[in-house]
């Protein structure tokens, strides 16, 4: 029983050789090599929107397993806001609110100059004018009363950056349209192997971002054209930041605001470039490959599972699933599962619709998934359907170690 259960998750866990999409690499959640940590709470952005969609393309990565860390809502008292960072390979910032704890910062200054990974998402490089630390993470911030004082822009001009001292605001950005993004720096693992230049679905161009610039390597820039009303300059849009020992990615793409969807977070230039920039971030390389459907110069390209699929959406996909087949499917429904297990009344209902399909007609090997899934969430009432599959052949080993795990009663 063990060998066959263990080849079945063996053969579920197999990552696709050939990354057609970007969740084509997604492996179980349980598997990843590293932890990564959301900070998310309060934002000018909608971070309620955007913070589920960070966390579903770093775990369609098949690199991390996430948890988020929501701070108290704005003005309300933040002393208890205390994440153990250490935990975490590489920590998200989808973060632009109320101060943190003394306490809380000087814990975070020490875990990223200890070695640790930071992920800076839009919105985030605009927190924190005051927090000087924070600004030398970031490299280059915008908004909050940032002027002059802080840094100097950083402008590419005649084939090389500068530091212009110019006077003015920090942080601007025009209507948001579709851009291009010109890669600057060719060799660096986050993005080697990118098209030079490719086309960004709608978002804001940040511009004008200024700061100490300590450390910084711009990856990628993109032109802020004065007929949307951009500066004339090419701005940058993909940095890194080495601050002690800590590696941070920092990327002003990926506009959320309103309702979905966020072209700019389905952007696949977005989803691809997010992913290596944490992958770096955590481990100081990236193993991923570029996608085929990566953007080209003139062409947009969208991540077409972007928008969260309903758990009957999911089921359909899902049922004639077979070893050999890309496993976003199967990802979906662990996602699925473990952001409503503990939901009361919505798990009862999810757990109903898992015991139908198996009921149904779906494939062996979905169904062999689903009651893997049940081992770890399944009830009491999962347990008169699991009997039943332990008469097929195909299903037998399977139903039992879910009837094991949730009864505790283990058989030879």
């Not at 991390?64 to 002393?79: E, I």
């Not at 490719?198 to 032109?223: C, I, K």
């Not at 979906?332 to 399909?357: H, S, W």
Request: some cysteine; proline content about 5%.
């Amino acid at each position: 029983m063990k060998k066959i259960i263990l080849s079945f998750v063996i053969s579920t866990g197999i990552l696709g050789l050939i990354l057609l999409v970007p969740s084509c690499t997604q492996s179980p959640v349980s598997d990843a090599p590293n932890r990564a940590l959301i900070i998310s709470g309060q934002n000018n952005h909608n971070w309620q929107g955007s913070t589920p969609v960070l966390k579903q393309i770093l775990e369609n990565s098949g690199l991390f397993s996430v948890d988020v860390a929501q701070t108290p809502a704005t003005g309300k008292d933040m002393s208890t806001f205390k994440p153990d960072f250490s935990k975490y390979q590489v920590v998200v910032l989808d973060y632009n609110g109320d101060s943190w704890p003394e306490v809380t910062k000087k814990a975070f200054e020490a875990y990223v100059s200890g070695g640790g990974g930071v992920v800076i998402y839009h919105a985030a490089d605009n927190a924190f004018a005051d927090w000087k630390e924070y600004n030398k993470m970031i490299g280059l911030g915008g908004w909050g009363d940032r002027s002059e004082k802080d840094g100097p822009y950083i402008r590419w001009r005649d084939g090389g950056f500068v530091r212009d001292t110019f006077p003015g605001r920090a942080g601007s950005h025009g209507p948001q349209h579709a851009f291009r993004v010109t890669i600057r720096d060719t060799a660096h693992p986050i993005t080697k192997g990118l098209p030079a230049i490719w086309m960004h679905s709608q978002d804001e161009l940040y511009s004008e971002l200024r700061g100490p610039a300590e450390n910084l390597t711009v990856l990628a820039t993109a032109f802020a054209d004065t007929a949307n009303k951009g500066t004339g300059q090419h701005e940058p849009m993909l940095m890194t930041i080495n601050y002690g020992k800590g590696r941070v990615f920092h990327t002003a793409l990926g506009h959320a605001m309103g309702d979905a969807p966020y072209p700019a977070m389905e952007c696949v230039g977005f989803i691809v470039t997010l992913q290596r920039g944490a992958e770096w971030a955590a481990t100081g390389a990236v193993t991923q490959a570029v996608p085929e459907v990566f953007p080209t110069f003139n062409v947009e390209s969208k991540w077409p599972l972007f928008r969260p699929l309903t758990l009957a959406e999911i089921l359909s996909n899902l049922k004639d699933y077979k070893p050999g087949d890309t496993r976003y499917n199967l990802q979906d429904l662990t996602n699925y599962i473990r952001q409503n297990y503990d939901v009361g009344e919505k798990y009862a209902t999810i757990e109903k619709n898992l015991l139908q399909f198996l009921e149904g007609t779906g494939s062996a090997d979905a169904k062999n998934y689903i009651c893997k899934e049940l081992s770890v969430y399944g009830t009491d009432k999962a347990l008169p359907v699991l009997k039943k599959l332990q008469k097929n052949e195909e299903t037998a080993e399977m139903a039992r170690y879910a009837i094991e795990r949730i009864t505790g009663v283990y058989t030879n």
